[in-house]
């Protein structure tokens, strides 16, 4: 853990200095002449036709519906005004984050780097810090932005009260809670378990901990029970769980600051109901993800982003001569009880780099073709998100784009978000490390200490025994004197 930690912060220090030079490069070649004639009907290009370029991280289905999208643009509105889109994929978002940051380093002219970029809010901060962003605010009027629902725009903003938004919602997710319905239905058959239960985080854990009793009992063998539940992201989970109890763990002032509270008892209960059914084996992360865990036959239920339906297995596979087909069944990710009811905001957002005023004028047209009625409906949910528009932010655009009731987890995420107080993550300059800090010192951790509670396990010591060795309050405050001294460290670096 802190090896990874170090080695990233090593980055934005190193990446500060190619950012400057990409701020003087844009501002060497900044042009004010108008590069388009303004006539009735809309813009069109002096000199045709006009390339323009994106970066994005999107693979699979994402990448697919996004080159269908560009297509589209070319063969129309971009014909129409002369613009041509081409889009590239540097690889991973660590890829293309770092293939932006450090883009300038040979001081390339603008062409050799992207006009449009994807962003998540950290790389976007950081950008910002150095100018290199461009402010929509200056293409788009009042009746424009109030076409977008209000959240993925304050979003966009990073945090600044009276900033302009630098990153343009291009679709939206949230996360859902996943389950494995044909092996559920025996389960739940066999000890009277309802799908209610699942509502809560607390009653979660206590389905765990039946399923673990329950699977025990399947065979002679002690303790050999199998863990139910599973998360893909950590970080959401302590950031979104600490929301609805009250606290923002991590937030930013008016002025743009961050400001971290990270009080004992709201970081105990987070533990408990994460790190302590780990260690007991109620929940458990075996794969890359845990669609992965659900395929093996590790688990039967997960939390995940709601555009990874896609990947959601057809059968779980447990060896070569044990296998079965499943089906699943989408419901709302659980709440703490008695907390706010809060969904978790994440997508797909993109930013205009500064430069020549006609390749940010054509790359302007791109983004509002792109986030029109239509055009957002279609790509949207073509790539399992959901549209950005208050217009199309709706059942009716779900089920014109996929036919009525064929995509569940769609209007699962669309009634979650509709229906609950929606959070995203706030924009600082550290923010992706402090999430790995968030997500790391608990996953490795937990399933760290699980692994040594089954070595103990397997040499004779008792489970309650071997388990009583970590799941006790001096354990707890090591993990939270650690995660503390991380995050100040991260905080005093960025």
Same mark, same amino acid.
């Given at each position: 853990m802190k090896k990874s930690i170090i080695q990233i912060l090593e980055l934005p220090v190193l990446l500060t200095m190619a950012l400057g030079l990409l701020a003087c490069g844009t501002k060497a070649v900044s042009s004010t002449e108008s590069p388009f004639s303004r006539e009735r009907g809309g813009f069109s290009v002096k000199e045709e036709p006009l390339e323009i370029t994106v970066w994005t991280y999107f693979s699979g289905i994402q990448q697919e519906a996004f080159q269908r999208t560009i297509n589209r643009f070319n063969e129309g509105r971009g014909k129409?005004?002369?613009?041509?889109?081409?889009?590239?994929?540097?690889?991973?978002?660590?890829?293309?984050?770092?293939?932006?940051?450090?883009?300038?380093?040979?001081?390339?002219?603008?062409?050799?780097?992207?006009?449009?970029?994807?962003?998540?809010?950290?790389?976007?901060?950081?950008?910002?810090?150095?100018?290199?962003?461009?402010?929509?605010?200056? +293409?788009? *009027? =009042?009746? #424009? &932005?109030?076409?977008?629902?209000?959240?993925?725009?304050?979003?966009?903003?990073?945090?600044?009260?009276?900033?302009?938004?630098?990153?343009?919602?291009?679709?939206?997710?949230?996360?859902?809670? +996943?389950? *494995? =319905?044909? #092996? &559920?239905?025996?389960f739940a058959e066999a000890t009277g378990t309802t799908l209610s239960e699942l509502s809560t985080k607390e009653g979660l854990l206590r389905v765990a901990e039946k399923y673990y009793q329950y699977t025990d009992a399947l065979t002679e063998t002690p303790d050999d029970g199998k863990a139910f539940y599973g998360i893909d992201d950590y970080a959401n989970y302590m950031l979104v769980g600490a929301r609805e109890l009250g606290v923002n763990l991590i937030s930013v002032d008016e002025e743009g600051n961050a400001k971290v509270q990270f009080p004992k008892e709201v970081m105990k209960t987070l533990w408990d109901n994460?790190?302590?059914?780990?260690?007991?084996?109620?929940?458990?992360?075996?794969?890359?993800?845990?669609?992965?865990?659900?395929?093996?036959?590790d688990i039967l239920a997960y939390t995940a982003s709601s555009a990874s339906s896609v990947y959601f297995p057809k059968e779980v596979i447990v060896s070569d001569r044990e296998q079965h087909a499943i089906t699943n069944i989408v419901l709302p990710a659980p709440h703490f009880e008695g907390g706010e009811e809060i969904a978790m905001q994440q997508g797909i957002g993109m930013g205009i780099v500064q430069g020549n005023k006609k390749r940010v004028e054509a790359s302007v047209q791109f983004l509002k073709w792109l986030t029109s009625y239509e055009e957002n409906a279609q790509f949207a949910l073509s790539a399992e998100y959901l549209p950005v528009r208050v217009d199309s932010f709706t059942v009716e655009a779900i089920d014109k784009e996929k036919g009525s009731g064929m995509d569940p987890s769609l209007e699962k995420a669309l009634s979650t978000m509709s229906s609950n107080t929606l959070y995203f993550t706030p924009s600082i300059v550290n923010l992706a490390e402090i999430r790995k800090a968030l997500e790391y010192e608990l996953q490795d951790k937990a399933l760290s200490d699980r692994y040594k509670i089954e070595t103990a396990m397997a040499s004779g010591v008792a489970r309650e025994d071997a388990i009583a060795e970590y799941d006790n309050d001096e354990n707890f405050e090591q993990y939270y004197e650690t995660l503390i001294n991380e995050v100040n460290y991260l905080l005093s670096n960025d």
């Open positions: 129409d005004i002369g613009v041509e889109v081409k889009a590239y994929n540097p690889g991973s978002t660590l890829d293309l984050q770092n293939n932006l940051y450090g883009i300038n380093q040979k001081k390339l002219e603008q062409g050799d780097y992207p006009d449009i970029v994807s962003l998540h809010t950290d790389t976007a901060m950081i950008l910002e810090e150095e100018g290199v962003l461009t402010d929509l605010d200056s +293409y788009f *009027n =009042k009746e #424009d &932005w109030s076409a977008f629902v209000p959240s993925f725009i304050e979003e966009g903003r990073l945090g600044r009260k009276y900033g302009g938004v630098k990153i343009l919602p291009v679709a939206k997710s949230t996360e859902l809670l +996943y389950l *494995n =319905k044909t #092996d &559920w239905d025996s994460l790190y302590v059914p780990i260690i007991k084996g109620y929940f458990t992360s075996e794969g890359r993800f845990r669609s992965d865990d659900v395929k093996t036959g």
